[in-house]
């Protein structure tokens, strides 16, 4: 649904995050939107592999969530952008301009 909602923008899709990794060492990407509870692995391993592996990449994530974070898990994203979920196109789009902007500067 979400890459329908950006569909002015280029974008690539996965339900996996070993997948999205390999999208995301073969293209560049200006954001990269990841939902901390997904099958298998969530948005807490894919920012600890961009940790260690990717750091260029952590000024890019932006975390969606319809859960609660408990507060262990709140520490780790506190310093990226959520968005809670269900959110208006206007909220992803108010987020990305923002990312957009910061890296401009």
Sequence with gaps: IV???LSDHSCN?????????????DKRYDFILCDIIMPIKGGKDLL???E??????L?????MTGGTITLK??????KYPMIQKPF???VLLSCIAQM??????
Excluded: H, V, W
């Design 52 to 57: 260690k592996n990717m750091p260029d990449l």
């Design 59 to 63: 000024s890019k994530l932006i975390f």
């Design 88 to 90: 208006r196109m206007q």
């Design 48 to 50: 600890q592999y961009c």
């Design 13 to 25: 899709g996965s339900t996996n995050i070993d997948d999205a990794i390999g999208m995301m060492q």
């Design 73 to 78: 898990t709140d520490n780790c994203f506190q």
């Design 3 to 5: 890459i329908e909602m």
């Design 100 to 105: 957009t902007q910061r890296e401009t500067t």
